[in-house]
């Protein structure tokens, strides 16, 4: 996928290496670190501001600390993801204009391990996430590895299919298909709630395949590429995730699709790219 020089996104926020308990990269530690830290909010309470302390403080207790340096492969994966976000929020934008409306660019938040979202903890073994109550794609880089290492996916492609799908959803939540989900599963029982699921996914990979057909026809793919796509998606299927999990499956239980579904989705949206062929609901 040849994605180098190209537009980079303005709505990504990186908080890797930051987490809570944290003061510029250092950790506040040891009895005296605590009783300082009191010290300080108590200081602030009363209108004198005594942060600095913490700093000088953090310092003395580890002089050998040093804000972490981003490896070169991690600022290509931040780079790489940010020219992908763009390229949803090019294609999205135009997709819309279309239908008279217009397109509210979401956020992509990279962390590590965990973060707070609008939808309360996110953690890295969630994979990448939507949370439509603040509009953010959540994504911890670490995921690609296990793409590529732990589901058989890899490459460009297939990695910015994934960053697609979770953008298909703030489309589905935008247009309303969200809201229409909620008022479909009212009172149903969880089997029933699964199914729509599996609609409501399988409904972001078509959007996936949307975005894929866009890449395509500004001969952005490489060889190859479309079948590294394909193979991610069968890869994430319930059934093969459950299959190699647990040794079985439950097809009562997916939420998802199964990997064929998820192929078949992704390739409606890729070879018709056309935004009406994507109503999983109807059928």
């Not at 190209?6 to 009783?35: A, H, L």
């Not at 952005?220 to 796509?229: F, K, P, Q, R």
């Amino acid at each position: 996928m040849r994605w180098q020089n190209k537009r980079e996104s303005d709505n990504i926020e990186d908080r890797q290496n930051k987490s809570s308990g944290m003061r510029g990269g250092v950790p506040i530690k040891g009895k005296t670190g605590f009783i300082l830290l009191i010290i300080v909010l108590v200081s602030g309470y009363y209108g004198v501001d005594l942060t600095g302390l913490l700093d000088r403080s953090a310092m003395n207790e580890q002089p050998q600390k040093t804000a972490p340096i981003e490896s070169d492969a991690q600022q290509q994966a931040i780079k790489f993801t940010s020219v992908i976000l763009a390229s949803t929020e090019d294609y999205w934008s135009q997709e819309f204009q279309k239908l008279g409306k217009k397109y509210v660019q979401p956020k992509l938040v990279l962390y590590t391990g965990s973060t707070r979202t609008g939808c309360g903890i996110g953690q890295s073994v969630m994979g990448p996430f939507y949370c439509s109550a603040d509009q953010t794609v959540y994504l911890d880089l670490s995921f690609y590895q296990d793409l590529k290492q732990k589901m058989g996916g890899g490459g460009d492609f297939a990695q910015g299919y994934v960053i697609a799908h979770e953008i298909g959803h703030h489309v589905q939540n935008l247009l309303g298909t969200f809201s229409y989900f909620d008022r479909l599963k009212q009172g149903q029982p969880q089997k029933i709630v699964n199914q729509l699921s599996v609609k409501l996914e399988l409904q972001a990979d078509c959007y996936a395949g949307l975005w894929g057909n866009a890449m395509d026809r500004e001969n952005i793919l490489d060889v190859g590429d479309l079948e590294s796509a394909l193979n991610t998606a069968e890869a994430i299927g319930d059934d093969r995730l459950q299959k190699q999990g647990q040794g079985y499956v439950m097809p009562d239980s997916f939420t998802h699709g199964t990997s064929a579904q998820r192929y078949q989705w992704f390739m409606q949206g890729f070879d018709n790219g056309n935004l009406s062929k994507c109503d999983t609901f109807s059928r």
